[in-house]
């Protein structure tokens, strides 16, 4: 299964991601987690994304592009894919065509105002990949699954959200209408308790 998670800022992809993926048995690529491990090794793609990617703008197409081919060519990726934040553009939604074709596309569809909550009072884990609520955490600094230390996300802050958020509504959401004309999508509502969110996932795969 070549499967796309489709969304705003927040909206919950790499939440659904982690359970969704070993039920299919596919990788999870999430571009962001791929990028930010860039910047933390300090390689010269990083460097060069993160000024983009504190200012809430999106990396340029043919960087995600090379990066995204060059991870679906692994070994790993022949029984399918399950890729979190790419597309972004409808440049990249063609390129892909090109690359390996998506069978479905989900689109986790949440109102904006909850989103802003959601991503502030967001936590990760940098050792199991977690991610948290604050209002949920009974100690905001520590992974409850793992035990390491939790942190908040560079481009977490409100003004980069809202520009975040921006760029999602001018430049992604246009790609709902364009897997709609493939016949791919289906939207499922990101806006209720998480396991709702993953039986409708699970529901719209079948
Ligand atoms: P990326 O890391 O992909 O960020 P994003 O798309 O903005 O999405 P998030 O990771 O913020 O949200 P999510 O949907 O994964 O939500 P989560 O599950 O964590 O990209 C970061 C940056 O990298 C971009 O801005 C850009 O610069 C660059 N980039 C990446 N890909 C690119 C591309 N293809 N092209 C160009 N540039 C690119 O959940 C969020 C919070 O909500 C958590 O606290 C969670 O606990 C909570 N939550 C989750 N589900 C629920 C629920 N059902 N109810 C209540 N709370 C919930
Ligand atoms: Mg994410």
Redesign the pocket.
């Given at each position: 299964m070549k499967l796309i998670?489709l969304?705003?800022?927040?909206?919950?992809?790499?939440?659904?991601?982690l359970g969704v993926s070993s039920r299919l048995n596919v990788p999870h690529i999430?571009?962001?987690?791929m990028?930010?491990a860039a910047v933390r090794n300090e390689t010269p793609m990083g460097l060069a994304?993160k000024k983009?990617?504190d200012?809430?703008?999106?990396?340029?197409?043919e960087?995600?592009i090379e990066m995204?081919r060059e991870r679906l060519s692994m070994v790993d990726c022949k029984p399918g894919y399950l890729l979190?934040?790419?597309?972004?553009?409808v440049e990249?939604a063609e390129a892909l065509e090109q690359i390996a074709s998506p069978d479905r596309v989900i689109n986790?569809a949440?109102p904006d105002e909850?989103l802003l909550d959601?991503?502030t009072?967001?936590?990760?884990c940098g050792k199991c990949s977690g991610?948290?609520?604050i209002s949920?955490l009974t100690d905001p600094g520590v992974c409850p699954v793992c035990g390491w230390t939790l942190t908040h996300?560079d481009?977490?802050q409100p003004v980069t959200i809202r520009q975040?958020l921006k760029?999602?509504h001018e430049q992604t959401a246009p790609l709902i209408g364009y897997y709609e004309g493939k016949g791919k999508i289906t939207t499922v509502n990101?806006?209720?308790?998480?396991e709702?969110?993953l039986a409708s996932i699970l529901a719209a795969l079948e």
């Open positions: 998670f969304g705003p800022p927040g909206a919950g992809k790499g939440t659904q991601a999430s571009t962001g987690n990028l930010r994304a983009f990617m200012a809430g703008k999106l990396v340029p197409d960087v995600l995204v979190d934040g790419f597309p972004r553009t990249q986790i949440v909850c959601r991503l009072g967001r936590r990760v991610t948290f609520h949920k996300r481009d977490d975040r760029v999602y990101g806006d209720c308790p998480p709702e969110v």
